[in-house]
């Protein structure tokens, strides 16, 4: 999983919470913060010492803001994977993430190169609202 994150020290948690909570074994974390001006990557850091599952986190501040794609791309390049899972600081992934789309790839017998995935939009209290599909 790819997880860019900027600026976001009031989301950041459960978006690592989310991504340790994945079904799928040997899950790999990248977090690829790009040069926040809060908490957002000391709270990175203190979650990962904490953290001893079975999925594997590494983390990397950029030395200054490089934009999303600079940043993803920083990620890309930490990563030792051959699959890519695209979160934010700000998503919240279910534990199941992972594990189906990696389903629906071996389904289509690996002939997809691209898979995307609905999404529900959240408010600050945590309440689901509607369902988002991109097309």
């Known amino acids: 999983m790819l997880l860019i994150t900027f600026n976001q020290e009031n989301t950041i948690l ?12 040997n899950t790999e974390i990248i977090v690829c913060d790009d040069a926040s001006q809060d908490s957002t990557f000391q ?6 010492k904490n953290y001893h599952g079975p999925h594997k986190i590494i983390y990397h501040k ?19 994977g051959n699959f890519f899972f ?10 199941h993430r992972v594990s189906t789309v990696m389903n629906f790839w071996k389904e ?19 309440k689901t609202h509607e369902l988002i599909s991109v097309a």
């Open 86 to 95: 695209m979160t934010a600081g700000d998503d919240i992934s279910l534990s």
């Open 14 to 25: 459960e978006a690592l919470e989310g991504a340790v909570s994945q079904d799928y074994p």
């Open 62 to 80: 950029n030395p200054k803001n490089i934009g999303i794609g600079g940043n993803i791309n920083q990620a890309v390049k930490l990563s030792s």
């Open 108 to 126: 289509k017998n690996h002939s997809v190169d691209l898979i995307a995935c609905y999404l529900k939009d959240l408010d600050s209290e945590s």
């Open 43 to 48: 709270k990175v850091i203190e979650f990962t």
